[in-house]
Nanobody, 124 residues
Framework: QVQLVESGGGLVQAGGSLRLSCAAS??????????MGWFRQAPGKEREFVSA????????YYADSVKGRFTISTDNAKNTLYLQMNSLKPEDTAVYYC???????????????WGQGTQVTVSS
């Protein structure tokens, strides 16, 4: 059992930056070794993949829409996942969710654990 809690969302103007955090708990001895990802859902739209990272951090994936602007990373000592978001656009406005899974990293939504989400709003 793993609990995930996102933070760091807020209001930012177009072109600005935010860093999202996802704190993992419940199985702190091992949950940092899980593959993890970020997803987002805008009003009236389906939840979509944003980024994912392997257990070792050696493999990362990004949606084409965020490639070159967002960076995913982990701090295993703090059991925390991050998403650095730069050059934000109004179309990035969404609720952002972190997720974790046992096994290999995937860009699908086949993750075992999900956070409650944090709101990101980019003004134009």
């Amino acid at each position: 059992q793993v609990q995930l809690v996102e933070s760091g969302g807020g209001l930012v103007q177009a072109g600005g930056s935010l860093r999202l955090s996802c704190a993992a708990s419940g199985r702190t001895f091992s949950n940092y070794a899980m593959a993890m990802g970020w997803f987002r859902q805008a009003p009236g739209k389906e939840r979509e993949f944003v980024s994912a990272i392997s257990r070792s951090g050696g493999t990362t994936y990004y949606a084409d829409s965020v490639k070159g602007r967002f960076t995913i990373s982990t701090d295993n000592a703090k059991n925390t996942l991050y998403l650095q978001m730069n050059s934000l656009k109004p179309e990035d406005t969404a609720v952002y969710y972190c997720a974790a899974r046992w096994g290999v990293v995937t860009t699908s939504q086949d993750y075992h654990y999900w956070g409650q989400g944090t709101q990101v709003t980019v003004s134009s």
